[in-house]
């Protein structure tokens, strides 16, 4: 444990004197300064995709580095970028350009601003306003905090931050009383459409892709995305997706929007995009938007954005590799059989007695803990949930990193069955461990 000069992210810091230290990570084992192991349960935040110091990963980056650490992507490129956006390009349908910055909030600023001049650079410039769902989240930054508004986190930036027409989601947990779940998909969707039948300001709807992770993974139901896509065609709204957490696989599809059927006007990608090694995300878009922004240089019609490491040539490279390594190891395939075994413990999980809710899909769980099952009371501990699961989850040799009332499991994505297995047991032990100090 060290004392630490660092301000560490979404932490209260007076709770938190000290910090393990880790040292060295190693497939799906992080290892700390004192030599414990824990299991990477949210997979380094929700990214890394084959564990950790995996070979072929590593060699890509070090081979890279030796050639050509960076090089700015202003009046020049570099190929390994060319070649990742060809490959995010082909595996990605209907999208024909490759926008990179280095964070996934940043990609959805990007999302967000091409999405407002497109509208301006075809001539529709009363399109301003943007519509999202309830609940969604897209990043820490202002753009982001606007379209992905969660009202506990950024209730004190509520002035600074521009205003977003909100449509509620089916949650099928908490369905508003009054309603069934199918009658409050249909009054969502209806919603939408009312919206955009009134209002012909709309530019675009942005949401997250199959599910909304941090608003408490929330899963949509079937058909439910597809529709949403379809209103804004009718409405020619753009439908800008959010993959950065869901996509790569994390579902269980490669691009989670083919699943769905819903084909959008520009989607973000990050986190797993290079395997959770580097920092880089990709905001991609389609060819009838990409064709606006160009003409003659003094219509300014071009894009004024750009950060410093866009097109990072080392974050390219460990990119492909991984995209190399999905191919190799046909990691989609075997997704789906290892998502399996979150099933088989479905009854034991939802069995503890401070277990309200369990949400799965693909390599995604989230349990919501609450003191009454049947009132569905969320747990209100006075210290954080985070910091009684996270030393809990320590004592058990797993790394655990909760969202409010949910644990969430986020495992790599290539954990083994047996690896999984112990991580779904362990988090078993951990919140049968917690419950005397959450109650
Ligand atoms: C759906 C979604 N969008 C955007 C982001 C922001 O990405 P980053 O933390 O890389 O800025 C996150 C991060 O968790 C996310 O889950």
Same mark, same amino acid.
């Given at each position: 444990?060290i ?14 004197d ?11 084992w992080? &290892? ?9 349960g949210?997979?380094?935040?929700? #990214? /890394? ?11 890509a ?10 090089s ?14 060809? *490959? ?14 280095d ?17 301006? /650079? ?8 943007? +519509? ?7 990043g ?10 969660v009202?506990?986190f950024?209730g ?17 947990y ?10 409050y998909q /249909?009054? #969502? ?14 530019? +675009? ?12 993974? $929330? ?6 995305q ?5 209103? #804004?065609?009718?409405y020619? $709204? ?32 990050? *986190? ?11 905001t991609l ?11 003659n ?21 460990v +990119? ?5 390594? =999905?191919?190799? /190891? ?14 088989? =413990? ?8 401070? $277990? ?19 009132k ?5 501990? *006075?210290?954080?949930?985070?910091k ?10 797993i ?21 999984? *297995?112990?991580?779904?047991?362990r ?11 959450? &109650?």
């Amino acid at each position: 444990m060290i004392k630490s000069s660092v301000w560490h992210p979404n932490t209260q810091m007076k709770e938190w004197d000290s910090f393990d230290e880790i040292i060295q990570a190693k497939g799906m084992w992080l &290892i700390d300064s004192a030599g414990n192991k824990m299991l990477d349960g949210v997979s380094s935040m929700w #990214c /890394n995709v084959w564990g950790h110091s995996k070979k072929e990963l590593v060699n890509a980056i070090v081979k890279q580095s030796k050639k050509l650490q960076h090089s700015s992507m202003f009046n020049l490129t570099n190929k390994p970028a060319e070649l990742l956006a060809k *490959k995010l390009v082909e595996i990605s349908p209907g999208m024909n350009k490759v926008f990179y910055s280095d964070n996934g909030s940043s990609s959805m600023e990007i999302a967000l601003k091409i999405a407002l001049q497109y509208q301006n /650079n075809i001539g529709e410039k009363q399109k301003s306003k943007i +519509a999202t769902l309830e609940n969604g989240y897209h990043g820490d930054t202002f753009g982001a905090m606007s379209v992905g508004y969660v009202p506990q986190f950024f209730g004190k930036f509520k002035k600074q931050l521009f205003s977003t027409i909100q449509i509620p989601v089916p949650n099928k947990y908490r369905v508003p009383k009054g309603f069934t779940y199918p009658d409050y998909q /249909n009054f #969502c969707l209806d919603k939408i459409e009312q919206q955009f039948s009134k209002d012909n300001k709309i530019a +675009a709807f942005i949401m997250e892709s199959g599910a909304q992770v941090a608003g408490g993974v $929330v899963i949509y139901p079937k058909g439910f995305q597809k529709k949403i896509s379809q209103i #804004c065609k009718q409405y020619n $709204v753009l439908f800008v997706l959010d993959e950065i957490a869901t996509g790569f696989g994390r579902l269980g599809s490669m691009v989670q929007y083919t699943e769905q059927k819903s084909i959008p006007d520009i989607v973000s990608y990050g *986190k797993m995009l290079t395997g959770g090694y580097l920092t880089m995300a990709a905001t991609l878009t389609n060819k009838k938007i990409y064709d606006s922004f160009l003409g003659n240089f003094n219509e300014w019609k071009h894009l004024f954005h750009g950060h410093t490491y866009t097109g990072n040539p080392i974050a390219a490279s460990v +990119a492909l590799e991984n995209l190399k390594l =999905y191919q190799k /190891n046909n990691l989609i395939k075997k997704i789906k059989n290892t998502s399996k075994i979150f099933e088989k =413990y479905y009854d034991i999980i939802s069995k503890l007695d401070l $277990v309200g809710d369990i949400r799965h899909k693909g390599m995604l769980m989230g349990i919501e803990l609450v003191t009454d099952k049947k009132k569905k009371t969320p747990i209100h501990p *006075k210290k954080s949930i985070n910091k009684i699961f996270f030393e809990e989850g320590k004592k058990h040799g797993i790394y655990l990193r909760t969202l409010g009332n949910i644990v969430m499991l986020v495992p790599p994505l290539a954990i083994s069955e047996n690896d999984l *297995k112990l991580l779904l047991n362990r988090t078993v032990q951990t919140i049968k461990s917690a419950k005397k100090q959450v &109650i």
